[in-house]
């Protein structure tokens, strides 16, 4: 091929906007145009907010599109040499898998097949991994199923949250993305098929998984979980009928009584709000949110509320 590679990028958050910025650095590459969807409304104002893909794009002059559904393609989009994606969050049909010559890849945050689906960084972070990583996949009509190209992991340290492991897999797969778009070029591009036995989900998360559950959960758990909605959403719980949410919290040494409560609070002090959890440990929360008010550190919610040591949070939590 006598000129640079035409690639039409499909992409959504943040991860897929740090692999579109690779790839517009990437020597031999030109972007044609980006696939993104919609713009959603945010915020309590509820106004239309372009995601991170789709504002990248914007900035950089690139065209745009934002179909509400892929059966609707326009016309208007350039048939590409190769169909890039990254967290667009939708399967691509037949119809557009057939489009570019050289094939569709797709870059996912895991290393499949573990945790294909929406949210493979925040069920990591859930279920304590130590590592996970990025796969580079040739696209089947099955999520996340294709044969494998390439695969590369990377550790989880302790104070990893979504947004520090969606930066680092995000310039990881760009690199990967720039390697696996030139082995498809020059005919290299490997085909390694997923062990179907090994297969985990990871699905789409709601306003049900931010809910804090200190009947069920340990502080150890509820730390994981913390860390893959930190630092948006937070997770929350309510205290006398409101919502109360928490940004950062802590396990502490020791147990409670047997006979405590979970979701007692136990202590209170700038330091924290210690509240017991589902095995009797104790959960230090040290960023809260009061309903209707700002953000705060422990030392100034302490000081500002009628909060008191042997309040229940989350009753009823199940």
């Known amino acids: 091929?006598?000129?640079?590679?035409?690639?039409?990028?499909?992409?959504?958050?943040?991860?897929?906007?740090?692999?579109?910025?690779r790839l517009l650095r990437t020597e031999g590459v030109c972007v044609v145009g980006v696939v993104a969807q919609p713009d959603a409304p945010r915020g309590r104002s509820r106004q239309l907010q372009r995601?991170?893909?789709?504002?990248?794009?914007?900035?950089?002059?690139?065209?745009?599109?934002?179909?509400?559904?892929?059966?609707e393609w326009s016309d208007a989009v350039p048939v590409p040499d190769v169909i890039v994606t990254?967290?667009?969050?939708?399967?691509?049909?037949?119809?557009?898998?057939?489009l570019?010559?050289?094939?569709?890849?797709?870059?996912?945050?895991?290393?499949?097949?573990?945790y294909r689906g929406a949210s493979p960084i925040q069920h990591a972070l859930f279920d304590g991994c130590t590592h996970t990583g990025v796969t580079i996949m040739h696209m089947a009509e099955r999520m996340d199923a294709?044969?494998?190209i390439c695969a590369r992991a990377v550790p989880i340290g302790p104070t990893d949250d979504v947004h520090t492991l969606t930066v680092s897999l995000g310039m990881l797969a760009g690199d990967l993305v720039a390697e696996a778009v030139g082995a498809l070029l020059d005919g290299t591009a490997s085909r390694t098929p997923q062990d179907?036995?090994?297969?985990?989900?990871?699905?789409?998360?709601?306003r049900v998984d931010e809910r804090i559950q200190f009947s069920r959960h340990t502080a150890i758990v509820l730390t994981r979980r913390l860390r893959a909605f930190f630092p948006?959403?937070?997770?929350?719980?309510?205290?006398?009928?409101?919502?109360?949410?928490?940004?950062?919290a802590q396990c502490l040494d020791g147990?409670?009584?047997?006979?405590?409560?979970?979701?007692?609070?136990?202590?209170?002090?700038?330091?924290?709000?210690?509240?017991?959890?589902?095995?009797?440990?104790?959960?230090?929360?040290?960023?809260?949110?009061?309903?209707?008010?700002?953000?705060?550190?422990?030392?100034?919610?302490?000081?500002?509320?009628?909060m008191r040591v042997g309040d229940v949070l989350g009753c009823g939590d199940g």
């Open 51 to 71: 995601e991170a893909v789709a504002q990248l794009a914007y900035e950089v002059g690139l065209p745009l599109w934002q179909p509400t559904s892929l059966h």
């Open 86 to 98: 990254a967290a667009y969050g939708k399967l691509l049909p037949k119809s557009v898998l057939s």
């Open 196 to 206: 179907e036995a090994h297969v985990s989900y990871a699905p789409k998360l709601t």
């Open 1 to 21: 091929m006598n000129r640079p590679v035409h690639v039409l990028f499909m992409g959504t958050p943040l991860f897929g906007k740090i692999v579109l910025a």
């Open 255 to 306: 147990t409670v009584d047997r006979l405590v409560v979970p979701g007692t609070v136990v202590a209170m002090g700038t330091s924290g709000i210690d509240i017991a959890t589902a095995d009797r440990s104790i959960w230090r929360a040290t960023l809260i949110q009061q309903e209707g008010r700002q953000k705060m550190d422990a030392a100034q919610f302490v000081r500002g509320t009628s």
């Open 100 to 114: 570019p010559v050289l094939g569709c890849i797709n870059a996912h945050a895991s290393l499949l097949p573990a």
């Open 232 to 248: 948006s959403p937070g997770m929350y719980t309510t205290w006398k009928g409101k919502t109360l949410k928490i940004y950062g």
């Open 146 to 148: 294709g044969d494998i």
